[in-house]
Structure formats: C-alpha cells, structure tokens
C-alpha cells in the first residue's frame, strides 16, 4: 500500500509529514529513496517548529546537492498563477505533467517496487514493536582479599545469566599488597538488564559475595 501525502507546502501538511517521521530516518525505511525524492520536491524547507522534518530534508539535500554541480542562482516557484495570466496550451500543460513525473534515477524496475515493499513492511514492523537499545558495560570486580581464588569469582560471575545479558572478554588488573580485581565487559539489552540491580541484588548477595567483596562500574556506553 502506498504512502501518501497532501498539501505538503502547508502547515497541517507538515504537521503530518513531521508525526509521519517521528522515529524514522526516511520515508520508506532506513535510506533514501525515490519515494524521499518525490517527497522532498512537494515541501519547502520547514521552520524549526517541525525537527523532525528539518533532520529528514537535511539528509535528502545532502545526498541530491553533490549530484548537481552546477552554481545556484535562486529560484522563486509561485504556488498560484496570476489571475490575469493566460491559461497555458493543451500541450503546454500535458508537457508541465510529465515534468511532474521527472523521476531523477531513472525508471523503476520491477526488482525497485518490490524492494520498497519490502521497506514499506519493514516500517510497519519496526512502528509497532521498537528494538530495544543495547549498552556495553565494564565492571570492576573486587576480591576480599590476596587469598580469594579468582577463577572461583570469575567462575561466579560468569554463571549469572538471565535475557538480555551476555558476558564479554575480562582480565585481572593488580591493586596492590598482592591483590588482583577482575574487569568483565558485558553487553545488555537496556530493557531487560538493570546494572543496578544485577549488582545489588545478584553479584555482591550470597552465593556470590563469598567471593566477592565489592562491584563498580567503570565504563557505561550505548550501542
């Protein structure tokens, strides 16, 4: 089913365009496209009462403007015609509607329309159920003393599991006085894992604690 649109170069026309691509990058899924194209030549560039719109336009200017070269000079394009101008000949007319149908990249093949069907799918999909974030976290892991047995709280560590968490590469970094603590990476979906409570409520409780005398995290990114 086709996506549609009217009265772009109006504010309730931009206002729909701008609700339309909340949360997404383009119009017909994660790149540009013809159906972006033919999008963009119906808008004018909008005001910053609407972002979202700002950072799509932005996106196709960026991506059409190295494809023409040429120096700009400006151009003013009325949105209505003189009322005493005269109307233009039959042939004039169906000549302006084919301009209307210029298609920059060429004609669309059979593979193209089947492909932003597949997009156009993929948008539904992707609206009605958003893939949680994921995080990449490092934790510092700290003995009792110079007698805990690392391997053992590595081996504690490691046997947490539950969704969402996966564990990564560690190594054993020196402190001091013979004491080694562990540093472990590990990867979360942010919507299934709390750091806070995998580490108050899982890794510094019994079993655990019996190797395991404190846990920090050092380092918190986003994926």
């Not at 910053?48 to 059409?64: A, T």
């Not at 669309?108 to 893939?131: G, I, L, P, Q």
């Not at 969704?163 to 006085?177: D, I």
Request: net charge negative; with cysteine; hydrophobic share 40%.
């Amino acid at each position: 089913m086709a996506i549609s649109f009217s009265d772009l170069h109006t504010e309730a026309g931009l206002k729909a365009l701008e609700e339309f691509l909340s949360g997404k990058t383009c119009i017909s899924g994660d790149q540009i496209s013809k159906d972006d194209v033919k999008v963009f030549a119906a808008v004018a560039k909008p005001g910053d009462g609407f972002p979202n719109v700002c950072r799509w336009y932005d996106s196709v200017f960026g991506i059409l403007a190295p494809r023409f070269p040429g120096k700009s000079l400006g151009v003013k394009v009325g949105t209505q015609a003189a009322v005493s101008a005269p109307a233009p000949p039959a042939e004039a007319s169906k000549e302006a509607a084919d301009d209307d149908d210029l298609d920059l990249f060429g004609d669309e093949t059979e593979e193209e329309k089947k492909a932003a069907e597949e997009r156009e799918a993929a948008v539904k999909a992707s609206s009605k159920k958003k893939e949680s974030g994921k995080s990449s976290v490092l934790l510092d892991i700290k003995p009792w003393d110079d007698e805990t047995d690392m391997k053992k709280l590595e081996e504690a560590v490691r046997s947490l599991e539950m969704p969402g968490l996966l564990w990564g590469a560690s190594k054993l970094v020196p402190v001091g006085y013979g004491i080694k603590k562990l540093q472990i990476m590990m990867t979360i979906v942010d919507d299934l894992v709390s750091v806070d409570t995998l580490i108050e409520e899982e890794l510094t409780v019994e079993p655990r604690n019996e190797y395991i005398q404190s846990c920090d995290i050092v380092a918190f990114n986003k994926i």
